[in-house]
């Protein structure tokens, strides 16, 4: 009998340093990237609640950065383009955050505009600039363009996806189906044009559809959420992330969480 | 015997054939990684660290960088883009190293085993290879197009097709107008390849080392995998199709035809994403079949055309019966546009980034100049010839590649000539105790050359009296062209004076402000020697007839000497 | 078939000879051997021949017996007259060829070790007398086996930040930088140089550098770095346990005897 206990004890002591050996790697691992569950069950959600709010931006609101145009004038340079970093509208609101459920395990299927991701390239720029892909879909890319662009997802050590194809004009729709489908949930990625060094984007691979991008006037909904206590976290890529100290919330059957965030320029970044 | 010889013989081939199976298994995996660790710690880590990940303490310096092995990603590759490289092609990149960068050949160095015993070692820093459950897929090089002249024709269309020029420039000097602005995934500035110098090409320079290079992409650089831009049409279809695109005001048969061949494309990519979907039935396969066919036919004659940019192989450097050898002419010398610049053969100075003193240059972008000389009785002209992928002139704040720099020459040569070989020279960099006398030209004044005079890198001055040289200047389409003109004698001390026959010490330092080179950071020459080929004398039509009657009477003598003595 | 005369035999011996050294080994075998190293393997050849053939009388004159021939003989005309035509005329061209050939530069006489300075300094600091001078971690090879070991890893550490360019990942003088070198960086995979020197003479080699060799060195054409300006004593003496460590060469140490 004391010997089982004491093996129990041991194997208890084992899994323990175990998890807090998981933890210092995922620690290491990245904290300017998104935080997700281990696994993700889909099943229908009746009587959800509904998380809203609004990201703000508190700080000095630089000036907005014109990008410099240097080739394809004509295509690119129509419309002034400016950096699309930190993007902050009248109320200091921010736009391009993901707000989104850390630790959710089981709720909604992703719908079907979800499943039809598309990245477009249009005057020589990237529609939208933070995307959401889902793991195991195929990204579409489009070509808006009378110029040659090259898509170029960058690398990871996860899903050693770094894809990297030209599209000509000639080629308005360009289905990544062989490359461009992660396996595993990451990111987000830097996306890039080489060929109009300016063009910028990001694509977070994610497995479960809690996953919101701000708008123009930074605002945010998650929507079906089983009732429950869920960790709430955001992406900025200038701001950062909240990954050392989530909002908790807690959900209500039918009911409505209001959120607000408010980021500053991380010091360090 | 006979039999028995053959059978020996097929017994010993058979045996080379086993052998790197008997090889392959002989040793389990696990002592193949132990083996390597110890290989990798003592000749690899000090690059590519001893996680590899790529931040040994060598590595700081260096670019390209050395390869991070954890992250899975290889810019050489015989397998399509996206995928790992087979084991042979980590094997071959150890064993050849990586010309243009640091990675030096291993095959002097490590046996075979023990490269085999690094690609199994390097291969475990990246969960990746454990994971994948199929060879990853290998570029076949069925279908290659022999390199003729109507290929490399064929192959110049393309490549304005393919957008190659947008960073490899319209002649291919890695000039292109998105050239700026390239990094790669970890940030570092990349420069596309000068295609007129394939020496420094990373992954080799043979045709099909090019071909793999399209079809698979670089991992990690911009340089993407290409896609056919008229995808499901012919190379005809192709030609006509530019040809319209590129046509200002079309008519309305070639308005609709235009279209046609438009409708024709987008309904092949329609088909090429079906394909590459895991989709499409059996006649879309087949018209994929055949598409890709033309595709990887294309690359071929691409291949062939950037092959063809390339002296067959590097030039030799100006030493010895190389040196540069200025031409005697007696009219005027000729322009830097004229056309007699094209009957003299180039001599080829190698460079080398100047790390001896800081701030230290220790990646260059200019790899060599090359010079021409005419020179007549009273002057010398020279023609200096380099690439650079970017033309600077002023000092600017660069968002992408931070400070630049102006762009700038100096040709230097000692102010009094040694006497003999083992009287002393200069320092070479710029002199010392001994001092140099150079000309120095600098972009933002496309025609002036300007007089110094240095006793070292950092003790230069102008010289008070600047003499007449004349000075004109071109930068196109990546490279530079300098000439300049000078008396060949001139009434300043601390001129170089020069004489028709006398070896006369030559160096350079070059700047590619693009690079950050300015001041000391620079990439250089060591000493060579230059001289006005002396016209060739007068003897040469003298004393050869000379012998030959004197042969010819010594053979008449002979003959008379043993008639003589026969009759006697 | 007519038995071929003593002449043509010894003609086909010389000719056989001349295309063995300048095709097969200097080119199959090895590379291209220099045409006075050929002139003078082929006058070897030269003298042999004449001695075999003047060891007798009757082989001397049977040697002789064709070109007599040729000289004299009146069936002989058409024979006499080419070769008439075609001395004078090889003469004329080996003449033109010779007067007319270009002028090579003038080599740098180099001493490729030269004579080092009585006393080892770093900067301004003497270290001892050449002779005297060791290398302070030497002694720790016995004493000492961990500390000698990571006295080699900083040397190693210290190669491969600032040697390597030149000098090689595998110190075979064969770094990327080394293309563009005259004179090329050392070899210290060469059994000549580690085994020949002490390391007080390497030291005083890389703490000068290039610029501080005598005359005889060339000291104007050598692109090593004044390394004194760079690195400290321990990284300089580590560096040079780091060359001999990796190499299996050991320096030269006095008392052994030279």
Known sequence: MKTKMFACLALLAACGF??????????????????????????????????????????????????????DQAVCDAVAKFDESLVVGDGNVLKNTIVYLMDITKGKDFDAEAKKPELDQKECRFDPHVQ???????????????????????????????????????????????????????????????????????????????????NEKGEFTLEDVPPGTYKLGYWHEVCGTNNKAPVTVKVEAGGEVKQEFTLKVEETK | ????????????????????????????????????????????????????????????????????????????????????????????????????????????????????????????????????????????????????????????????????????????????????????????????????QNWNYRGGNDIDDIYKRFVGGIAGSAMPMFEDPAFGLSIEEAQRYTQLDNKGEMTDAEE???????????NAFDILDLINAGEGDEEQKKFYEESMKTFYEKSWHLANYVKSLSPEKRPEAAIGKNSLRSQYVEDELPPMDDAVWDTLEESYFPLVGQVIIEPRQFNPTIDSVSVKSFYNDTEV???????????????????DIGKTYEDAIAIQFPVKIPKGPTSPKPYF??????????????????????????????????????GDIETESAYSKGQYKLWVKRALETDDKKDLQLKPGVFVPIAFSLWDGANGDVGTKRVISSWYSFVLEPVPSVKRFIYPPIVALLSLGLLIGLRGFMQRRNTE | MKKPSLFTICFAIFIVCWVFLRFFVGGVISKPIPNSVIAMYMALVFIAILVHISVEDTRFREFLRPIHETLVDENRQTRRLVFAVLIPLLMLGFTYTNIAKKANPPGDPRTVHPTPPDNLTYKDIVLGTMDEAENPHRHLEKDDPEAYKSHVENGRTVYYQNCFYCHGDHLDGKGHFADALNPLPANFQDPGVLPNFSESFFFWRISKGGPGMPAAGTPWNSAMPIWENYLTQDEIWDVILFLSDYTGYKPRTFGEGH
């Open chain 2, 1 to 196: 015997m006979r039999i028995r010889n053959f059978t020996l013989l097929l017994l010993i081939l058979g045996l080379f054939f086993i052998l790197p199976f008997v090889h392959a298994q002989g040793a389990t995996e696990a002592q193949n990684i132990a083996e390597g660790k110890k290989v990798y710690d003592n000749s690899c880590a000090h690059c590519h660290g001893i996680e590899g990940r790529g931040d040994g303490s060598a590595a700081e310096n260096l670019l390209p960088q050395p390869r991070d092995f954890t992250r899975g990603l290889y810019k050489i590759r015989s397998t399509e883009s996206g995928q790992l490289p087979t084991d042979q092609d980590l094997f071959d990149i150890i064993t050849e190293g990586m010309p243009g960068s640091s990675m030096p050949e291993w095959e002097t160095a490590l046996d075979a085993d023990e490269r085999w015993q690094v690609v199994a070692y390097i291969k475990t820093f990246y969960e990746g290879f454990k994971e994948s459950e199929t060879l990853p897929k290998e570029i076949s090089l069925k279908g290659k197009i022999p390199y003729s002249k109507e290929s490399i024709e064929i192959g110049k269309e393309l490549y304005t097709q393919f957008a190659c020029y947008e960073c490899h420039g319209d002649e291919g000097r890695g000039d292109g107008t998105s050239a700026p602005t390239l990094t790669d995934e970890w940030d570092y500035k990349s420069w596309p390849a000068n295609l007129h």
């Open chain 2, 429 to 466: 960099l710029w002199g010392g105790k001994l001092a140099v006398y150079l000309w120095q030209w600098q972009a933002s004044a496309p025609e002036k050359t300007t007089e110094l005079t240095a006793k070292g890198i950092n003790n230069a001055t102008e010289q008070e009296f600047q």
């Open chain 2, 256 to 266: 609709e035809e235009y279209t046609q061949l438009e409708d024709k494309m987008a």
């Open chain 1, 132 to 214: 959401i892909v889902p793991v195991g879909i195929v990204l579409t890319v489009l070509n808006s363009d009378k110029a040659t662009h090259n898509v170029h997802i960058f690398g990871t050590k996860k899903n050693n996806t770094s894809v990297n194809k030209q599209q000509p004009k000639t080629r308005k729709k360009m289905r990544l189906s062989r490359e461009g489908v992660a396996k595993k949930a990451e990111g987000p990625i830097e996306v890039k044009c080489d060929i109009h060094g300016w063009m910028k984007a990001w694509i977070a691979y994610v497995p479960h559809p809690y996953f919101a991008v701000t």
């Open chain 2, 381 to 399: 002209a020279f023609l200096f010839i380099w690439d650079d992928r970017t033309h600077n002139t002023a000092e600017e704040e660069n968002e």
């Open chain 1, 18 to 71: 175990s998890l807090i050996v998981l933890a210092d790697n995922h620690e290491e691992e990245d904290m300017n990237k998104l935080v997700f569950p281990e696994a993700y069950k889909v099943e229908a959600v009746a009587n959800g609640g509904k998380i809203s709010g609004v990201v703000k931006f508190d700080g000095e609101v630089p000036e907005k950065k014109k990008l410099a145009i240097n080739k």
